[in-house]
């Protein structure tokens, strides 16, 4: 498969690809004063803790030793769920750039965007003063921007969650990273015990063969759903469904023949703005009439960002996705 295919794949895998298109175009930004040098930088209305511990050394994602020195002051987040997880951890004030998909919470949006899935703009981010980067790992960020960035003296974390359990530990790595490790392990203890329960309410009875479409290419019929190895799976497995996947662990193309032949009686569509198909257009498709789905009219929609994007609106997605598969099961209540 060409590098740019498996790119755009990997990109629909943790619903990506649909988060920067909800963020089409650049977010507006905030006037920047300049420092002594005549470079960027952000005023940073927010102090450090002073009880954190550092330096700190870390292992991220990939595998890469990072040492951070001091206690992050200007950090800049290169995917929308490590933007979330910073911001749910409070220290959103210290963010000054973000990717152009980082859409939530609305001061994220507001912030400079100094990258895409494509590219990454290293130079605007020394600019800024960046202390500390929050990179997406399998290929989101650009693995040249990664290397420049770190000879230049600028500790790049690089994230990147295959797991649930991935997740929980990526919140504790953001949080050890900017100094905030105890709220991160409690923010992920939280989110375990909300999605164990909703897990736990969807474990008895028949589970439906679900579908949960990542993706669908009008022109070519190219049909997205979630690897064998990844949260997605995951998450459609956790809300009481008989999840079908690709048969691959790394790719997330389904051949429609593959589709059929699994004959999912419940099709979930993740839809946001810019990708919002709808049950109409579905059985409309040429071949797609023949599954139990379609013609039991067992086709739902679902907000798709809390359920692919890694972050700590995961539980929200869950009950979501829970309730439209499982509405025979009782869910707990939301905290």
């Known amino acids: 498969?060409?590098?740019?295919?498996?790119?755009?794949?990997?990109?629909?895998?943790?619903?990506?690809?649909?988060?920067?298109?909800?963020c089409a175009g650049s977010a507006a930004s905030p006037t920047i004063p300049a420092d002594a040098t005549g470079s960027a930088v952000p005023?940073?209305?927010s102090?450090?803790?002073p009880a954190a511990a550092f330096p700190v050394t870390l292992t991220d994602d990939e595998g890469t030793v990072v040492e951070i020195a001091a206690e992050p002051a200007r950090i800049v987040s290169l995917t929308p769920a490590n933007t979330e997880i910073v911001f749910e951890l409070g220290a959103g004030a210290r963010v000054v750039a973000t990717d152009s998909g980082s859409n939530y919470p609305a001061e994220a949006a507001a912030l400079p965007d100094v990258a895409d899935?494509?590219?990454v703009d290293v130079e605007q981010i020394v600019g800024l003063g960046a202390d500390l980067v929050i990179a997406g790992g399998l290929g989101f960020t650009p693995a040249d921007a990664i290397t420049?960035?770190?000879?230049?003296?600028i500790p790049v974390i690089v994230v990147y969650a295959p797991t649930i359990e991935a997740v929980y530990e990526d919140v504790e790595l953001i949080g050890a990273a900017i100094g905030v490790a105890e709220p991160a392990a409690a923010l992920a203890g939280e989110m375990r015990t909300q999605m164990d329960a909703i897990a736990a309410a969807t474990g008895t009875?028949?589970?439906p063969r679900v579908f949960y479409e990542i993706g669908y290419t009008d022109a070519t019929g190219q049909i997205f759903a979630?690897?064998?190895?990844s949260f997605v799976a995951e998450m459609v497995t956790m809300a009481g469904g008989d999840t079908i996947t690709t048969g691959d662990p790394a790719s997330y193309e389904i051949p429609l023949e593959t589709l059929i032949e699994r004959d999912p009686q419940i099709i979930v569509l993740g839809v946001n703005p810019f990708y919002a198909p709808t049950a109409e257009a579905v059985a409309a498709r040429t071949g797609w009439d023949v599954m139990s789905a379609v013609r039991d009219g067992g086709i739902v929609t679902v907000q798709d960002t809390e359920i692919t994007r890694p972050g700590p609106r995961l539980p929200t997605g869950l009950r979501n996705?829970?309730?439209?598969?499982r509405p025979d099961v009782e869910l707990p209540t939301a905290p």
Do not use: E, K, N
Request: charge should be positive.
């Open 1 to 22: 498969m060409p590098a740019r295919s498996r790119r755009r794949l990997v990109v629909l895998a943790a619903s990506l690809a649909v988060v920067l298109a909800a």
């Open 43 to 45: 005023a940073i209305t």
């Open 47 to 49: 102090s450090p803790s």
């Open 117 to 119: 899935f494509a590219t």
């Open 148 to 153: 420049q960035l770190r000879d230049l003296g």
């Open 205 to 207: 009875g028949v589970r």
């Open 226 to 229: 979630p690897a064998d190895d």
């Open 321 to 325: 996705l829970a309730a439209a598969i």
